[in-house]
């Protein structure tokens, strides 16, 4: 009882800090203090006006932490970086107020912009922008910052990754229930340290480097929330932009955003991309602990809505991106998360299913599950009328109308589409009420190029028409992917 009704005193205490500091920095009290809305933290933020100016007002418990953002904010000032100024402090009351920024960060930017999948032009120019400042953070650590403020530690070393690993182990695997051997899983931990500890850390690495502490004002980045930056490798803020979990960023663009940053920044891109993918993982690990932590351990129920968006991320990376050090027990940590469906339940997140069609030919064997999931269906059409069997129809193919005139016009080739549409529709309406995300379905002929493209077009047409689910259509015998 005496923890809750403290908790409950913290706001009032803060609030009057605030003002009391406001009105001996600037001549007279404010008139108004409104709280703002809470992120993960214990600090409490206010916006204090009086007149036309307004300011915002900081209460950190931390005093350790207030003042590492303190002197990061005046080095990074004096830098010309665009972080807001420091207009006065009280170490003792835990209190500070800083230049007010607005209210629009880049995340609800994107979200009143974004009407598809793709980023509109204005979205991504400014992400482009964001990164063309990032490397000028990063180059700090080689202009005077001063690491002895950076808290809790001045690295991101090998303490400060086992602790983000452990957070991952115990509020998230065990809290979502996901079973490992916890030897073997320490063991991984380990080797995986161990790699990313190769990566050059001569960075100053922001920490939390995501679209929530990006505002937007008159068009132009400015940033915050970088107290618990430290010395660090570059790739880590990067993968913390690009996987932000709710921005929920198409591969295509996370592709062509790391491309600008490599351009900007100057890095080498396979020295870059060597240890990449593996500070992608960490990330996602870090926030999924948070998520468990704040989700499952806390109740805040609303933490767990962006687990869906992070399942989805890991099942992207198990099927792009392999590391050079093996981890067999955290890669079936990953696929377990993956394959569940109960962590793709959280919140009223729709990831969208993608149902991917190849046509092939049986000679050249099946085609490669690059997915990684082993499921899905290989239909074969070889019992159909062949018409490559037909001098008029040998040098075309089913994507042409004298095909496909011909095979309409076959009752066999009806009956089978009707049974085709009848067992994969139980699948992609199962997979979309299940949150699942990616679906394969080949068809197979003798050359590939008749029949099995003929099947392949029908299903898709059909999914696009009747769920308007995304379809990849692609055939393996022709020349390049379907469009």
Known sequence: MPLKNTEKEKPVES???????????????PETCEPLKADGSARRLFRLKAGSRSVIGAFGPDKLENRAFLEFSRHFRAQKLP????????????????????????????????HEVDLPEPVLAAYKKVLEILPRF?????????????????????????????????YFLKLAKIPFNEQKLEDDFLRFTDFLLEAPAEYFLYRDFQSRNIM???????????QGGRRGAAQYDLASLLYDAKADLSPETRSALREHYLAASGQKPAEFMRHYHAFVYIRIMQAMGAYGLRGFYEGKSHFLNSVPYAVRNIEWLLRNAELEVKLPELTQCF?????????????????????????????????LDDKGHGGGFVFDCRALPNPGRYEQ????????????????AEAEVAKYLENVFAITDMS???YLSRNFTSLMVNFGCTGGRHRSVYCAEALAERVKRKYGARVELAHRELAGPAK
């Open 138 to 170: 990063q180059a700090q650590v080689s202009r005077g910052l001063d690491l002895s403020f950076c808290y809790p530690r001045a690295g991101f070393d090998r303490q400060s990754i086992m602790w983000d690993l452990n957070y991952f182990k115990y």
């Open 216 to 226: 937007l004002r008159g068009g132009e980045p400015w940033f915050i929330d970088y």
């Open 15 to 29: 609030d009057t800090a605030l003002r009391e500091l406001y009105r001996k920095t600037f001549g007279a009290a």
């Open 428 to 430: 992609v309406e199962n």
């Open 335 to 367: 696929k377990r998360i993956a394959a569940s469906s109960y962590l793709r339940q959280f919140g009223k997140t729709k990831l969208g299913l993608t149902v991917r069609i190849t046509s092939f030919s049986f000679k050249n064997g099946l085609p």
């Open 393 to 408: 129809y040998a040098q075309l193919t089913g994507k042409d109308k004298p095909v496909m005139d011909f095979l309409r």
């Open 83 to 114: 972080v807001p100024e420091i207009y006065a402090a009280d170490p003792a009351q835990g209190v500070y107020l800083e230049e007010d920024l607005g209210s629009t960060t880049l995340f609800e930017y994107l979200t009143a912009e974004r």
